[in-house]
């Protein structure tokens, strides 16, 4: 698995079609990055604490991406700068599946995952405009497969998405089918330590 | 489903659908478009029937520097209005998957080794004419209209014999003998618009929201502009059409005779059935006794009379109805109480439930009956309506008639008349073809999986566009036996690596779709019209081309074969000048449109049975018409909606409200069948002790072998799974992602369970999808058929469940 965040194939259409980019947050983040410099805001694996403490703390050793048993944990790439090597996760790739033990956290040595931190990577919202269901085409598919009891729910056939329970673990957006992916995936902007 | 459960789901499959992910190439992405298509874009856009379901959905479909790179929704096309489900949207990929198969390959010393098409082409020749009783074509409802009929006229015409069945039999073959059993003629005499138009639509086991999702949207979107639409869904397990439906009745399997017979009963009993209506258009029937111990009585029976059909559904009062559906006795008279309501609008929907049914023929005749009875037939929104799984099950198999007992048009092998109209317009000798039909085709992998000596006289089989290894049932024994028997040869045409090319003996690199001209047929009796937009890769070449080089190569080495009376080639093709175009080569096979030169005369059989079918040029300009089309005085063509009703069908003589002209009983009546309920071939027992129903899911096309290189859909939907039922999952121990040894007499295989996930079987019951090639779950299922249609039961076996590990 390239350890360059994937970039939807679909952006490399966007400017023939004229149609917005792909919900990927590394994406939106090298755009927000390039101007006023602040923090990156990264999609990072389950149960990290603050960002500033996270780039100060983890040692990039690679441990998390290890455990992973899904291979969700990836290393940013260089254009992260300063977050070059720390672990990301990449929904539209592999998403996090929440495993109960979470290996990740367990085998991190300097803590900068930790069980006692929200598992809240981010959260995800429906995009009405693409979703196949909001848009007449039956379909059912990231409620059937989110791992968070509650936080998709299907009404008369339409799935909503509950902030307060979604984890942002990004399973609904790397299995959404729709042609235009119809979940939006933001990772958390501020964590807490 | 409980969190845990979920997460172990989502664990399980997750790897899988990883690997998909880095398998899908970066350029092989179309991208759906939502706005009208720009002129000056850079694409040149096209009109096209969607490749997957019997819906009949139109795509445009937008092509760059020869490769398809956008679809889109066709907002022309009544069918779906711009409309796609998940697997129209993504449709331009399946011609984009790594393994498509582009050199011809001949299996040597169980190797397969890359040979010329002429090669080919000679192996195949000479193994026909080694032992040409001994072949048989196999194709599908995925044939388009002229490459079924070049099939069919290679056959019946070219060796004069009726060796050829299609997969068309393991899908619609009971709704066309329930078709045939009750108006004569074959296919519906509603349309889809009955679908904008009813009050009440009831699906007889028919998961529509997954398996026609157009036509579900257009029947649920009707509630969001304000009408109202109240659904029934009779189902055996709850799935995504139970969860829009009003009422959800779930029925035992087998327990849909019973309440067709049950709701019969009631509009007798009432007196509550439309006494003008029958008085003047029906007559009843009933089976005869068998002819001898072996066969089954006479499909087409025997008269009966009113008072003693109503003796016959006494029988199935709401209370033993209960008993064998499983339904409650009140909802039984909730729907004989709707059936004897004059003021409704009522439309029946079924699909593979009732046809994939021993008893399929009875069940099908048994719901046409009760909306005659009723009197809910022949107007908008009040119809019986079968729905086609394949997207040309209609147009190709049951139109041209790539049956074993049929000819084009829907003429019969068994009617001399019929015979001889098709020597007429084949221009072949008396006789020519035969009276005797070829085996149906699980009769025919049957014989083709038996040693020669010992019964097994089928030795070689043309296999096109479908993919038996996959969608037989009891696949051990009705397919694999043949890598044991060294003098079986098994051909099969078709583009990706498949079940059924891992045991060929050659394998030849189809075109699909847009790579090739082509025509299909729809479940409303719509003929589409699209022409090739994009070349198919390396040396792959359209089905119909293949068909018709062998024709030429058996008709220079045999003077008998593939010739007419005067012994002209069968599919000789000239061009405006009337010199001979040399359609067998690849270089010239589109010198000519031989699309139009087929179809045009395939139509001069249409007119027999009042399938009337326009010129070639009416369907190129059209999204589609619906048969019978018949010429006005002003030149124009004018497409038939209702069959059989005074108000709209051109065959009605005038004046007469209804007419069924190719009745059965010969008085322009429709039959009302009384056919009991039954139980089926194998039930659960102590060994044995769930009902296993299999079928399909919406993401997924039949076996998967297009829409599994579709990397959003095989995202979507990675990996089959066992469906339970969350009491059952518990007595057993058993948690989502945990895997289950499904198990029936004659196979077995592992899956995950899904408890409840996206649909809920009862009690006692699992659904297991069909898509999956790795899981093959018709090693496990039953190859049991309806003695009329020869359709075998897909939905009901007995198996045993066990959890590994
Ligand atoms: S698969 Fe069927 S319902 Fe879906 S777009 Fe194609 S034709 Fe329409």
Redesign the interface.
Same mark, same amino acid.
């Given at each position: 698995m390239s350890s360059e965040p994937h970039i939807s194939r679909r952006d490399l259409l966007r400017g023939r079609f004229g149609r917005g980019a792909d919900a990927v947050s590394p994406d939106r983040t090298s755009s927000l990055a390039s101007s006023a410099r602040p923090l990156p805001v990264l999609h990072r694996p389950p149960g990290a604490v603050e960002e500033a403490a996270f780039l100060r703390e983890c040692t990039r050793c690679d441990a998390c991406v290890e455990a992973c048993p899904v291979h969700a944990i990836v290393r940013a790439g260089t254009r992260f700068r300063e977050a070059a090597g720390t672990p990301v996760i990449d929904a539209s790739t592999q998403p996090c599946v929440m495993c109960k033990d979470a290996p990740c956290i367990t085998v991190c040595i300097p803590r900068v995952l930790r069980a006692e931190l929200p598992r809240r990577m981010g959260t995800a919202r429906i995009q009405i405009e693409s979703c196949l269901a909001h848009t007449r085409t039956t379909c059912t598919v990231c409620s059937e497969r989110c791992p968070v009891e509650g936080a998709i729910t299907v009404e008369r056939g339409r799935p909503t998405i509950h902030a307060e329970h979604c984890t942002g673990c990004g399973v609904c957006l790397s299995v959404c089918p729709a042609p235009q992916n119809g979940v939006l995936l933001l990772p958390t902007l501020a964590r807490s330590a | 489903?409980?969190?845990?459960e979920?997460?172990a789901?989502?664990?399980s499959?997750?790897?899988a !659908?990883?690997t998909a &992910? !880095?398998a899908g190439s &970066?350029?092989t992405?179309a991208?759906?478009?939502?706005e009208e298509p720009q002129s000056g874009?850079?694409l040149r856009w096209e009109k096209a029937p969607c490749r997957f379901c019997g819906t009949g959905c139109h795509v445009m479909v937008g092509t760059e520097n020869g490769r398809v790179v956008a679809i889109q929704g066709d907002q022309k096309a009544e069918v779906n209005k711009g409309?796609?489900?998940?697997k129209g949207?993504?449709v331009g990929l399946a011609l984009y998957g790594k393994d498509r198969l582009t050199t011809p390959m001949l299996r040597t010393n169980g190797v397969l080794k890359p040979i010329t098409w002429d090669e080919a082409i000679d192996v195949i020749s000479k193994r026909i004419l080694g032992n040409p009783a001994g072949f048989s074509f196999y194709g599908s409802g995925q044939w388009t209209i002229p490459e079924g009929y070049a099939a069919n006229k290679f056959v019946k015409a070219g060796m004069g014999n009726n060796q050829i069945d299609a997969n068309p039999r393991l899908c619609m073959a009971s709704a066309v003998t329930g078709f045939l059993s009750t108006f004569g003629v074959d296919e519906p005499p509603g349309v889809y618009d009955d679908i904008d138009k009813c009050d009440v639509a009831i699906m007889w086991g028919n998961n529509m929201?997954?398996m026609h999702?157009?036509l579900?949207?257009r029947l649920?979107?009707r509630r969001t502009r304000g009408e109202k639409v109240t659904i029934i869904d009779m189902t055996t397990r709850r799935t995504?059409t139970s969860?829009?439906a009003d009422h959800v009745l779930l029925f035992k399997p087998h327990g849909d005779l019973a309440i067709a017979n049950g709701i019969a009963h009631l509009l007798m009993k009432d007196n509550a059935f439309d006494h003008a209506f029958v008085e003047k258009h029906c007559n009843f029937r009933t089976l005869g006794p068998p002819k001898d111990e072996k066969s089954p009585p006479e499909m087409l029976g025997v008269p009966m009379t009113m008072d003693a059909y109503r003796e016959a559904v006494k029988d199935y009062t709401p209370e033993v109805v209960e008993k064998l559906s499983g339904v409650s006795a009140d909802h039984i008279r909730m729907l004989g109480a709707l059936f004897a309501r004059k003021d409704i609008k009522i439309n029946s929907f079924w699909c593979m439930g009732m046809n994939q049914h021993t008893r399929g023929t009875a069940i099908n005749c048994l719901v046409h009956g009760i909306h005659l009875l009723s009197g809910h037939f022949g107007k908008p929104g009040e119809a019986a309506t079968s729905l086609t799984g394949q997207p040309s099950a209609c147009g190709t198999a049951r139109e041209v008639g790539t049956l074993c007992h049929l000819l084009p048009g829907g003429l019969a092998i068994a009617n001399p008349q019929h015979r001889a109209h098709a020597e007429e317009h084949w221009n072949l000798a008396q006789g020519r073809i035969s009276d005797k039909p070829g085996y149906h085709a699980v009769e025919l992998f049957k014989r083709f999986n038996t040693p020669t000596d010992q019964g097994g006289d089928v030795t070689t089989i043309w296999v096109q566009v479908t993919n038996p290894g996959h969608t037989m049932p009891n696949l051990t024994r009705n397919f694999r036996e043949k890598s044991k028997l060294a003098d079986k040869f098994l051909i099969v045409s078709d583009v990706y690596p498949t079940a059924t090319t891992e045991l060929a003996d050659l394998i030849l690199p189809s075109a699909m779709w847009v790579e090739k001209n082509g025509m299909y047929g729809n479940s409303e009796r719509r003929t589409h019209q699209w022409f090739k937009m994009v070349e198919p890769p390396g040396a792959a070449r359209d089905d119909c081309w293949q068909t018709i080089a062998v024709s030429k190569r058996l008709a220079e080495l045999d003077p008998t074969s593939q010739r007419d009376k005067d012994g002209v080639w069968i599919f000789k093709t000239t061009d405006v000048e009337g010199k001979e175009i040399p359609v067998w080569e690849w270089a010239h096979y589109y010198d000519r449109n031989v699309d139009e030169r087929l179809f045009n005369e395939y139509r001069l059989f249409s007119t027999h049975k009042h399938k009337n079918l326009a010129p070639y040029a009416e369907y190129v300009k059209a999204r589609g018409l619906r048969w019978p089309v018949v010429e006005q005085p002003d030149g124009s063509w004018r497409e038939t909606r209702w069959r059989f009703s005074g108000f709209d069908d051109p065959f009605v003589e005038k004046g007469r409200d209804f007419q069924f002209y190719h009745s059965v009983s010969r008085d322009d009546k429709a039959l009302i069948w009384f056919r009991p309920h039954e139980h089926p071939p194998e039930m659960p027992d102590a060994e044995f002790p769930f009902w296993l129903c299999t079928g399909r899911v919406?993401?997924h096309w039949h076996s998967g072998t297009m829409t599994r290189r579709i990397p959003?859909?095989h995202?979507?939907?990675p990996k089959a799974y066992v469906e339970m039922h969350r009491d059952d999952a518990q007595t057993m121990g058993v948690r989502s992602g945990d895997i289950i040894t499904v198990r029936s007499r004659r196979g077995a295989v592992d899956l995950p369970a899904w408890i409840g996930?996206?649909g809920n079987p009862k009690q006692g019951e699992v659904f297991v999808p069909f898509f999956d090639e790795q899981v093959l779950i018709n090693l496990v299922t039953l190859d049991a058929y309806d003695p009329y249609s020869k359709q075998p039961d897909y939905k009901k076996c007995a198996v045993q469940l066990t959890r590994k590990g």
């Open positions: - | 489903m409980l969190s845990v979920r997460r789901f989502v664990k499959t997750a790897i !659908a990883a &992910a !880095a &970066a350029r992405w991208l759906p478009i939502l874009s850079g409309l796609l489900c998940v949207y993504h929201a997954e999702p157009v579900f949207s649920v979107d995504r969860d829009l919406l993401e959003p859909l995202r979507a939907m996930g996206r």
